[in-house]
């Protein structure tokens, strides 16, 4: 069981590391292509159809990974499951495509309509993300073997397509590619483990844990993409360009991390309905320990090394970037522990209504702040507010999620990640001083730092050390992904 955590951990990487590793590499060819006005064109447009994406979608992409999770072994009940969730789904992206259709005719507002009628391509699409489905089945190489496919594609056409200052609407349709290519991909696929099915169809039985869940995504969105929202209302479209590109490389981070432990999830909800307590705190336990274990060190080098990021990355047009990267690392470390302590707990145990409560909570500071603070201060002042409002909600997550689990992690395990970190600290300081090149820079930093965080952890028994150094030794001696 521990072995096929392990490998569907490394899929699942896999998959979410090109998922937000392509926009920051494709942003990073763009920003020297592209015009800051043009970039953040596109962005708004993207946020804009993001919201009817998000409501069409409903609670199903955290839910559906639950629901199918729980009975792996029954394929009747898995195709019962799939069949309602896939008609709910297929109802709410209709609904919403009409209304964002509604919404192009009569909108008036900033946006190019052009790039938001490309984007419509994402909501149409929406009924075909059955990603919920591989993940609750555990086929995350799959996942990852299709979205690589995709992702290469996207970027020899970006490369190819993509030339000038006016060839924005490429870059759209390429971006707008890269979801849906995925999303035909699971369809072909689909018939392999599941069948539409007519017989005992409960469709209401999941209208209100995708409903909670919903709100909770929606409430998410709104403190996530209302900063962009209120950016691209408020400021010029350059400055959403430099938040934007800021926000892609922290959540790249984030996405990476959190995917080590969001394969957990179907398995807590499998030992939850089985109430065996024992396994449930292991392995939650292990969860926030390994959460912990990189969320501390990527924290504290993404602040380091900002300018090396901004610079390497997008170029000196958007050394902007470097104040609110600066700002944003915070958010990894935040947002690591909600995800495992709060998100994934509280699904697994069939408390989504606690993540309603938190999402509203961080939703309505998130607005009164970025009322204030983008007004006065710009963009840096939404990435204060994004910090406060999810301080706020991983507080409330984790209160609530102490009904189901009470971590217990040895003052030991937090002592061996502050000294490795100290001893990373000082790696990356020579690095920086001794070499003169921003990539020379970020690339040795970023290698000698992550090597002595790992044997400095090694050497004070950090316990997730010890357990990936055993595993690496596993896999050299019997191979991890032989069938």
Same mark, same amino acid.
């Given at each position: 069981?521990?072995?096929?955590?392990?490998?569907?951990?490394?899929?699942?990487?896999?998959? @979410?590391?090109?998922?937000?590793?392509?926009?920051?590499?494709?942003?990073?060819?763009?920003?020297?292509?592209?015009?800051?006005?043009?970039?953040?064109?596109?962005?708004?447009?993207?946020?804009?159809?993001?919201?009817?994406?998000?409501?069409?979608?409903?609670?199903?992409?955290?839910?559906?990974?639950? %629901?199918?999770?729980?009975?792996?072994?029954?394929?009747?009940? @898995?195709?019962?499951? +799939?069949?309602?969730?896939?008609?709910?789904?297929?109802?709410?992206?209709?609904?919403?495509?009409?209304?964002?259709?509604?919404?192009?005719?009569?909108?008036? =507002?900033?946006?190019?309509?052009?790039?938001?009628?490309?984007?419509?391509?994402?909501?149409?699409?929406?009924?075909?993300?059955?990603?919920?489905?591989?993940?609750?089945?555990?086929?995350?190489?799959?996942?990852?073997?299709?979205?690589?496919?995709?992702?290469?594609?996207?970027?020899?056409?970006?490369?190819?397509?993509?030339?000038?200052?006016?060839?924005?609407?490429?870059?759209?349709?390429? $971006?707008?590619? =890269?979801?849906?290519?995925?999303?035909?991909?699971?369809?072909?696929?689909?018939?392999?483990?599941?069948?539409?099915?007519?017989?005992?169809?409960?469709? #209401? @039985? /999941?209208?209100?844990?995708?409903?909670?869940?919903?709100?909770?995504?929606?409430?998410?969105?709104?403190?996530?993409?209302?900063?962009?929202?209120?950016?691209?209302?408020?400021?010029?479209?350059?400055?959403?360009?430099?938040?934007?590109?800021?926000?892609?490389?922290?959540?790249?981070?984030?996405?990476?991390?959190?995917?080590?432990?969001?394969?957990?999830?179907?398995?807590?909800?499998?030992?939850?309905?089985?109430?065996?307590?024992?396994? +449930?705190?292991?392995?939650?336990? #292990?969860?926030?320990?390994?959460? $912990?274990?990189?969320?501390?060190?990527?924290?504290?080098?993404?602040?380091?090394?900002?300018?090396?990021?901004?610079?390497?990355?997008?170029?000196?047009?958007?050394?902007?970037?470097?104040?609110?990267?600066?700002?944003?690392?915070?958010?990894?470390?935040?947002?690591?522990?909600?995800?495992? =302590?709060? /998100?994934?707990?509280?699904?697994?145990?069939? /408390?989504?209504?606690?993540?309603?409560?938190?999402?509203?909570?961080?939703?309505?500071?998130?607005?009164?702040?970025?009322?204030?603070?983008?007004?006065?201060?710009?963009?840096?002042?939404?990435?204060?507010?994004?910090?406060?409002?999810?301080? %706020?909600?991983?507080?409330?997550?984790?209160?609530?999620?102490?009904?189901? %689990?009470?971590?217990?992690?040895?003052?030991?395990?937090?002592?061996?990640?502050?000294?490795?970190?100290?001893?990373?600290?000082?790696?990356?300081?020579?690095?920086?001083?001794?070499?003169?090149?921003?990539?020379?820079?970020?690339?040795?930093?970023?290698?000698?730092?992550?090597?002595?965080?790992?044997?400095?952890?090694?050497?004070?028994?950090?316990?997730?050390?010890?357990?990936?150094?055993?595993?690496?030794?596993?896999?050299?001696?019997?191979?991890?992904? @032989?069938?």
């Amino acid at each position: 069981m521990e072995n096929k955590i392990i490998k569907n951990s490394i899929y699942n990487v896999l998959y @979410r590391l090109l998922n937000v590793l392509y926009p920051v590499l494709s942003s990073a060819y763009i920003a020297r292509v592209l015009t800051p006005e043009s970039i953040g064109e596109v962005v708004f447009a993207q946020t804009l159809v993001t919201y009817f994406v998000t409501i069409a979608s409903l609670g199903i992409p955290s839910y559906g990974a639950k %629901v199918i999770g729980k009975n792996e072994n029954d394929s009747s009940k @898995r195709n019962n499951n +799939f069949t309602e969730l896939f008609l709910i789904n297929s109802i709410s992206t209709l609904i919403c495509l009409i209304l964002y259709s509604l919404f192009i005719v009569f909108y008036s =507002g900033m946006a190019d309509k052009i790039l938001l009628i490309i984007f419509s391509s994402i909501l149409i699409c929406n009924v075909f993300n059955v990603d919920w489905l591989y993940q609750g089945i555990g086929d995350y190489k799959f996942i990852a073997i299709r979205n690589t496919i995709i992702k290469i594609i996207s970027m020899i056409s970006l490369v190819a397509f993509v030339k000038t200052t006016n060839d924005y609407i490429w870059y759209t349709i390429i $971006l707008c590619f =890269g979801t849906v290519g995925n999303y035909i991909f699971n369809i072909v696929n689909l018939k392999k483990h599941v069948k539409f099915t007519k017989s005992k169809l409960h469709i #209401k @039985r /999941h209208l209100r844990p995708i409903i909670i869940l919903l709100f909770a995504t929606c409430a998410t969105e709104v403190y996530t993409m209302l900063d962009s929202t209120m950016i691209g209302m408020w400021c010029s479209k350059s400055d959403l360009a430099f938040y934007s590109n800021s926000v892609k490389i922290v959540r790249t981070i984030f996405t990476v991390l959190t995917a080590t432990v969001a394969v957990y999830l179907p398995q807590l909800s499998y030992y939850y309905s089985l109430n065996d307590k024992s396994a +449930f705190l292991k392995l939650s336990n #292990k969860g926030m320990k390994f959460s $912990l274990f990189l969320a501390i060190p990527a924290t504290v080098g993404i602040y380091m090394l900002s300018k090396q990021l901004i610079l390497c990355f997008y170029g000196a047009n958007f050394i902007n970037c470097v104040s609110t990267m600066k700002i944003l690392s915070i958010l990894i470390v935040v947002f690591s522990i909600a995800y495992m =302590g709060g /998100h994934v707990m509280l699904i697994a145990t069939n /408390h989504e209504y606690s993540i309603l409560k938190a999402t509203i909570f961080g939703a309505i500071i998130n607005i009164i702040f970025n009322v204030f603070l983008i007004r006065n201060i710009g963009y840096n002042g939404a990435a204060i507010s994004s910090i406060i409002a999810e301080i %706020v909600v991983t507080s409330v997550l984790l209160f609530e999620a102490k009904e189901v %689990v009470n971590y217990s992690i040895e003052n030991k395990f937090y002592i061996s990640i502050i000294v490795s970190t100290i001893f990373m600290i000082v790696m990356v300081n020579i690095c920086i001083n001794v070499f003169n090149n921003n990539l020379m820079q970020l690339l040795i930093s970023t290698i000698l730092g992550s090597i002595f965080y790992y044997f400095s952890s090694l050497l004070f028994g950090n316990e997730i050390s010890i357990s990936i150094n055993n595993r690496i030794k596993s896999i050299f001696k019997k191979g991890l992904f @032989r069938s």
